[in-house]
């Protein structure tokens, strides 16, 4: 069964503007971490985020968590058109990492 | 290039007809992961080894065996294909050293598309 459940399920925005994911969990994490999947690929981790933390940030990608509402939002500030891909949360609690269904992105040029 | 390393990348089975997916990582990573990938499902965790000589049972292991030959190596086993089994595997590793931590990213190999006929 899946912990975290990605909203929106597709995004499609123009090539300099941000992309904000929003991901909701269930039960009590370790940690949350998001991943990027480019089609036919494999998944590639992008950052992880601590139970105990409240924002973190790498490069153009911004995470935040919000322990009390259950959920994280990842934010891409200035969008390249690279960006296009899918996009998962993970959330680690009970000895696994748990994926969400995750999310498309489309970033038109 | 290091990293995790799958094969084979595609492959079509009859079904009934059995076999192992291959899996390396050079990274010295301590644990190891299969996941299936299926439309609309997200991904989905079938066994996972914490360290060499240990498996565990995740999500969905019925159908499956995994053998962790040795630290670097995972193999995933399919006794007897069915459809319902075609799927994309992906092989994943982390250096988390204890059972259970999860406070690490996980690698992944490139994925191996399995269609059972």
């Known amino acids: 069964s899946q912990q975290g459940e990605e909203d929106p399920q597709a995004l499609s925005i123009q090539e300099g503007e941000n992309a904000t994911m929003n991901c909701s969990y269930k039960?009590?994490?370790?940690?949350l971490q998001w991943y990027r999947q480019n089609s036919g690929r494999g998944l590639v981790h992008l950052i992880l985020?601590?139970?105990?933390?409240r924002e973190k940030h790498s490069g153009r990608l911004r995470v935040t968590l919000d322990t009390s509402k259950k959920s994280s939002s990842l934010l891409i500030t200035a969008s390249r058109a690279a960006d296009t891909a899918s996009y998962f949360c993970a959330t680690g609690a009970n000895s696994k990492l748990t994926f969400g269904k995750g999310i498309t992105l489309s970033v038109r040029p | 290039n290091a990293g995790v390393t799958q094969t084979p990348k595609f492959q079509v089975l009859k079904t009934g007809q059995s076999m192992t997916l291959q899996c390396a990582q050079d990274?010295?990573?301590?644990?190891m992961y299969w996941y299936r990938q299926d439309p609309g499902m997200g991904l989905r965790l079938i066994y996972y080894?914490?360290?060499?000589?240990?498996?565990d049972k995740g999500e969905v292991p019925n159908g499956y065996n995994v053998s962790r030959l040795n630290k670097r190596e995972f193999s995933l086993r399919l006794e007897s294909a069915a459809p319902s089994q075609t799927s994309v595997y992906f092989c994943?590793?982390?250096?988390?050293?204890?059972?259970?931590?999860?406070?690490?990213?996980?690698?992944f190999g490139s994925g191996t598309r399995l269609t059972v006929v």
């Open positions: 080894s914490a360290s060499e000589g240990t498996t």
């Open positions: 994943a590793s982390s250096p988390a050293k204890v059972r259970g931590e999860t406070n690490y990213g996980y690698t």
């Open positions: 990274m010295n990573h301590n644990s």
């Open positions: 985020i601590r139970s105990n933390e």
């Open positions: 039960t009590s994490i370790n940690n």
